[in-house]
Every structure is written in C-alpha cells, then in structure tokens.
C-alpha cells in the first residue's frame, strides 16, 4: 500500500513538471554592434537587465542568477586549445526571465552532461539543455557575463569558439585557463604578412598591466603568445598562423569589433603578493 502511494505521488509529481522553455528570440537586424533587437513581446527592458544596479527585488536577475552563478572561484580549468567552431542558434530571454543561448556543435557533444562546462569565447559557461539529435546546446547568461565580456555582441548565426573543460588526460597543448573573462579588447588593427596575420588589439590598462611580451593571452578562449606590448597606445599585438586562422573565429571579426580577454593567472598571483608586502616578511637564507 505504501508502495502504491509513493508512486502515485511520483506520478503526480512527473506530470506538473513545466514544459520544455521557450525562447524569444532576438532579432536578426543588428543595427548596432553595442545594442541588442529584442522581440517587442519582452517584457524587462535590456537596459535593466545589463546596467542598473542589481536589486534584489528584480525577480528576471534572480532567475539568471540561479541558473549561471557569476564564478570566482577555480571550477573548472581549460587550455585555450579551441576544439571546434559552434554556431549560436537562438540567443534571447526565456519564458522564466532567463537569458539563454542555444548553440549548434558536434565535438563538445561527444561526452556532454547537465552542468559540464564548457568555454564558449573563453567564456566558462554550465550547460543547462543539450540534444545530440539536434546536435546543440544551452547554456545560461548570467547579467555579469553580459556585462564583462563580448558575448552581447553575438547574433543568430555568429561563431564562436568552443572548449569542454579539462580532463586529468587531457594533453595540455596551452596555459592554463579559468574561463574568467578579465576584460574585453577592441580590435584596431588586422594586417597580413605572407599567410599570417598580426592583430593588434587595444584595452583597459588594469588588463594591459599583465600582459607582457612573449607571455600567455587568451583571446576570446584562444591560447596565444603576445608579442609587442605598446603602453602608449595600450595596445599589445599578436600573430596567427595559417592552420590558427582557419580555426578560430579571431580573423572572422572586423576592426572595432570587441574580444575577451584573460590574461595569465600567475601574473595576478604575484601582483596581489607584492601588493599584501608579502615580499617584506620574506629573508633570505
């Protein structure tokens, strides 16, 4: 009898399950590569949702802030090697409030589960939905991520680049990398020299501060060796190799075009240890 219950309210419990969210998709005018089209149905305007100050009244940021929790701890570690182009699909607001991104892939869905991470743009994103049949994926968007990176300039039929998280086998063929966007860069200057391609890219000095020639950058998830840093211009540059351009979407931008960036994580570990006089208390022997 016990039994019979139990199921019975499984049953119940199965059947008010809500059903699969829809989307409402952006627009696929873009008139602007700093503002979004959305569908006159939605309800938050985007500006809100963005850059107001979070309120935690505000029931659509509460509902992305379940779904993809800003990290800023080491969750996940990735290697800037860029496994394959994926093509977003539908990116907007769900029914809930959420913002979600659907985004069409083969290799990152080998070995897919509910919650793995995966580096979109070098961005570390949770798959909330996937369909192998379908051969996409979800993930949510949290306001932070919207605000820190490039992501917002994506449309409907953008690629980007696509990394799982780092296995105990994986081959670590880059640096190491968080998938903590530190900053955005704008691209100023693409110019060819025989099949290679120098890119100089202009940001933030509190980014710019730790890059360093011949040091590690990750470049919208792409693990690159910086070579000139201009200070004055707070500007760095780099090169891509024909088999590089052909795999990555960094030529497939344009000059003025935004990148994320994240630079080397040993970098900030030896800024915020000469900055706590970590370096006064230490004698040599």
């Not at 029931?59 to 379940?66: D, E, Y």
């Not at 306001?143 to 670590?172: C, D, F, Q, Y």
Request: proline content about 4%; charged content about 20%.
């Amino acid at each position: 009898m016990a039994v019979s219950l139990q199921f019975s309210s499984v049953t119940k419990t199965l059947k008010t399950i809500p059903k699969r969210k829809n989307f409402y998709l952006i627009s696929q005018t873009f008139p602007s590569r700093f503002n979004l089209s959305f569908s006159s149905n939605l309800k938050t305007p985007l500006s809100n949702l963005f850059f107001n100050t979070l309120n935690s009244k505000s029931t659509p940021i509460q509902s992305i802030s379940r779904k993809c929790t800003y990290r800023n701890s080491i969750q996940c570690l990735f290697t800037g090697i860029v496994e394959e182009l994926g093509e977003i699909k539908q990116l907007g607001y769900a029914e809930d409030g959420g913002f979600e991104m659907k985004i069409s892939a083969k290799t990152v869905l080998e070995d897919v589960k509910l919650g793995d991470s995966i580096a979109v743009n070098g961005t570390c994103l949770t798959v909330t939905e996937f369909d192998n049949k379908d051969s996409d994926f979800s993930v949510g968007l949290a306001p932070e991520t919207l605000r820190k990176t490039s992501l917002i300039e994506l449309v409907p039929g953008s690629l980007v680049n696509l990394e799982r998280a780092l296995l105990p086998s994986t081959r670590m063929g880059g640096h190491f990398v968080q998938g903590h966007v530190d900053g955005t860069g704008e691209i100023v200057s693409m110019e060819r020299e025989g099949d290679s391609l120098w890119v100089k890219v202009k940001t933030a000095p509190e980014v710019l501060k730790f890059i360093v020639p011949k040091g590690f950058i990750a470049v919208d998830g792409t693990s690159l060796t910086v070579v000139k840093v201009f200070d004055e211009e707070e500007c760095f540059n780099f090169m891509l190799v024909a088999y590089t351009q052909q795999n990555v979407v960094i030529p497939l931008k344009k000059i003025g075009q935004k990148v994320n960036l994240e630079v080397d994580i040993l970098g900030k570990y030896v800024e915020r240890l000469l900055r706590s006089g970590f370096t006064n208390v230490v004698t040599p022997t």
